[in-house]
């Protein structure tokens, strides 16, 4: 075994193998960049080198920098992770000629999966189903626009050097195939530089199961079950779990045997993950196959007990597998849910700033949590903004959902816009629990998720309404508690009128929508612990309200509400003036809007359209004085490693565009000035 190895990585995955190389003995070297100089990885491997600047193209990308600090530290072995350099043949190669052990697969297994069209060619020679599909090497859009007539649509675009969603594009008719391909092979140049395309027919109701293999040096090769990674977004994991729902024995042996055919086929060495397409009929394709451990192994490892990385070090070093495929034993059901800095109401569009408030839920046997930051780091623009992976496990499907859901509503992450309450509304939905999932889920149970249905919208808000009246009633009364006159008139929440009901009048906000909330107060409770009454009237309906705070704190209240005679209890977020309501059927979102007391009116119809963030300006489709339709694109930007439409918000005209394809542009930067075409 080794004594020292190199982790080639940042963040969550460096800290994840760092753990298991602790506990083997084995010393650790982390690489950092500007941006991670104070990274949770730093702080916990036992040595760190600076390999350079923030960007990964000028630091974790660069394979002799990091050699380099292999050789300097004396690391005999350097474990890429995932991303950055995992699947990169040269860098295999070169670790190869200084004697150092690359941990992963090797040189020959990396170049015949590097390539989506060349490992489709090598598993058809296999007897490996494929999705019928265009592999050839005539790139030109004319012939790849007649495979995809020729298959009919929909179809999907690759790009062969691709993976994480980059490249990709779902084309639905013929008169969508020239605008896709363009994007999709200038996605695939920016994130590969090689645009080189192939084209498969599309399935619509598709399952993604992949099969994590393992193969040793001595010829020995398994399959450790499966894992159902359906749920996506823009081609990237959203909820993993494994084993995969609905499976019988029979289908797992026979995709898990084909797999380990996949990696034979290409002598494959150590931990990799082949990919398939499950059909409705149970038919399964062949997708593609990673060379190297998966951001969701963990779901793999809860279910079979088994270190990946451990079994990663161990077959790098020439030792033979742990454990025989006989040994193997499936155990109970794990989900993974990926923490994003993200915003899934503004079509999941990355976010940065400080982790401000990081509060996660209790770490068990059933709940685990990977992560790379810690409260207070900031989350980069030039990196990934996954924050942490939530793994849970119970002994079936059902019970491990419920721990899922439970752990999602103790998550508090506060100063930067997250994607927790989305997972839960995702975890917490009638289809998911009925595992009525394929490829398309979030797409079909859109308005499901988003809670986009007016009715329901309306139940929950007398909730928000009643839990901002008892917080501010509580608050008054500790601020009463520490005066030195308690009982002033001034402490008094309760709304008093001369000759008038006690009444307030609140706003709240649901995804940019205001609703006046009418409250009249029907008696005081005497503080904590006593329910308080009132009647709530929103849009002419009424509520008879009464709710008590069954714990108070900054940042997490539970409150027990009886409406119209239905009661139950809820779980609540509170930060500022935004309220969470964590419900049996979703997470609900309010904004309190505070009373305008006086803002200059600016009726202004010139406009400009700002940079959502610090980015890279990929393509100016606009000019100085072209009038455009709502909802026309107008530029296109690239910030941490996704595309980003910019669209016109109404019809108009541009006045003036201020930057140029290459460009970086920094996040609040006027893209264009806009002027409105005002209606008479």
């Given at each position: 075994m080794f004594n020292k190895i190199l982790i080639a990585n940042r963040g969550e995955i460096a800290c994840r193998i760092i753990k298991t190389a602790k506990k083997m003995g084995v010393l650790t070297v982390a690489v950092y960049s500007d941006a991670d100089k104070d990274s949770l990885h730093v702080h916990i491997a036992d040595e760190a080198i600076y390999i350079g600047p923030s960007p990964s193209r000028e630091s974790y990308l660069l394979g002799d920098n990091v050699i380099a600090a292999a050789i300097k530290t004396g690391a005999q072995a350097i474990h890429p992770g995932y991303g950055f350099l995992s699947e990169?043949?040269?860098?295999?190669?070169?670790?190869?000629?200084?004697?150092?052990?690359?941990?992963?697969?090797?040189?020959?297994?990396?170049?015949?999966?590097?390539?989506?069209?060349?490992?489709?060619?090598?598993?058809?020679?296999?007897?490996?189903?494929?999705?019928?599909?265009?592999?050839?090497?005539?790139?030109?859009?004319?012939?790849?626009?007649?495979?995809?007539?020729?298959?009919?649509?929909?179809?999907l675009l690759k790009a062969t050097a691709g993976g994480g969603g980059k490249g990709m594009r779902q084309v639905w008719s013929e008169q969508e195939f020239a605008e896709g391909l363009a994007a999709a092979k200038r996605e695939a140049m920016s994130s590969f530089?090689?645009?080189?395309?192939?084209?498969?027919?599309?399935?619509?109701?598709?399952?993604?199961?992949?099969?994590?293999?393992?193969?040793?040096?001595?010829?020995?090769?398994?399959?450790?079950?499966?894992?159902?990674?359906?749920?996506q977004r823009r081609h990237q994991k959203v909820i993993e779990e494994a084993p995969a729902f609905g499976m019988n024995e029979e289908?797992?042996?026979?995709?898990?045997?084909?797999?380990?055919?996949s990696a034979q086929a290409i002598g494959y060495q150590g931990a990799g993950t082949v990919e398939f397409l499950l059909d409705v009929d149970g038919s399964f394709y062949f997708m593609e196959m990673n060379t190297r451990l998966q951001v969701e192994h963990p779901v793999t490892e809860m279910i079979s007990g088994q270190d990946l990385v451990e079994w990663q070090l161990r077959v790098a070093a020439g030792e033979i597998l742990p454990k025989t495929q006989?040994?193997?034993?499936?155990?109970?059901?794990?989900?993974?849910?990926?923490?994003?800095?993200?915003?899934?109401?503004?079509?999941?569009?990355?976010a940065t700033g400080k982790l401000s408030l990081l509060q996660t839920p209790?770490?068990?046997?059933?709940?685990?949590?990977?992560?790379?930051?810690?409260?207070?780091?900031?989350?980069?623009?030039?990196?990934?903004?996954?924050?942490?992976?939530?793994?849970?496990w119970d002994e079936n499907r059902d019970k491990a959902l419920k721990r899922l859901s439970k752990a999602l509503s103790e998550y508090r992450i506060n100063g930067v816009t997250t994607n927790i309450d989305f997972l839960y509304n995702l975890a917490t939905s009638k289809p998911f629990i009925e595992e009525d999932i394929d490829t398309g889920f979030i797409e079909k149970n859109h308005d499901l998720i988003f809670h986009d249905n007016a009715q329901e919208l309306l139940n929950e808000l007398p909730i928000a309404a009643l839990y901002l009246l008892l917080s501010i009633k509580e608050k008054a009364l500790q601020n009463a508690q520490q005066s030195n006159d308690p009982h002033s008139p001034w402490h008094n929440t309760n709304a008093w009128r001369l000759n008038e009901a006690h009444a307030h009048s609140l706003v709240l906000a649901h995804n940019d929508t205001e609703y006046t909330v009418e409250v009249e107060q029907l008696c005081q409770s005497k503080g904590q612990g006593s329910d308080a009454h009132y009647l709530i009237n929103i849009d002419g309906k009424q509520f008879d309200c009464q709710g008590t705070l069954t714990s108070?704190?900054?940042?997490n209240d539970g409150m027990i509400v009886n409406i119209n005679g239905h009661r139950s209890q809820t779980t609540i977020s509170f930060d500022d003036e935004n309220i969470s309501l964590y419900r049996a059927n979703g997470v609900f979102n309010f904004t309190h809007i505070l009373p305008d007391y006086g803002q200059l009116d600016n009726d202004d119809s010139h406009g400009g359209l700002t940079a959502p963030m610090n980015g890279t300006m990929v393509s100016v489709l606009v000019k100085a004085g072209q009038q455009v339709s709502k909802d026309q694109p107008?530029?296109?930007?690239?910030?941490?490693?996704?595309?980003?439409?910019?669209?016109?918000?109404?019809?108009?005209t541009i006045d003036e565009v201020f930057f140029q394809a290459g460009d970086m542009v920094d996040g609040g930067s006027e893209l264009l000035s806009f002027t409105e075409l005002t209606k008479e």
């Open positions: 990169n043949a040269d860098f295999c190669r070169a670790c190869s000629a200084k004697n150092i052990t690359f941990i992963g697969p090797p040189v020959g297994a990396i170049e015949a999966m590097g390539s989506k069209s060349a490992a489709k060619n090598i598993m058809a020679k296999a007897n490996v189903p494929l999705v019928p599909g265009y592999h050839g090497d005539d790139q030109s859009s004319a012939i790849l626009k007649q495979a995809a007539d020729d298959m009919g649509y929909p179809v530089g090689d645009d080189t395309m192939l084209v498969e027919k599309y399935l619509t109701q598709p399952r993604h199961v992949e099969i994590q293999v393992f193969c040793d040096n001595h010829k020995n090769a398994v399959y450790l079950f499966e894992r159902d990674c359906s749920v289908l797992r042996a026979e995709m898990g045997e084909s797999a380990i055919k006989q040994q193997l034993v499936l155990n109970g059901h794990a989900f993974e849910a990926r923490i994003y800095a993200e915003d899934a109401n503004n079509d999941f569009l990355p209790i770490e068990s046997e059933h709940v685990r949590i990977d992560t790379g930051v810690r409260q207070g780091d900031e989350v980069s623009v030039y990196y990934d903004p996954m924050i942490a992976k939530l793994i849970v108070t704190s900054s940042q107008l530029v296109i930007m690239e910030a941490m490693k996704m595309e980003h439409t910019i669209k016109a918000p109404n019809d108009g």
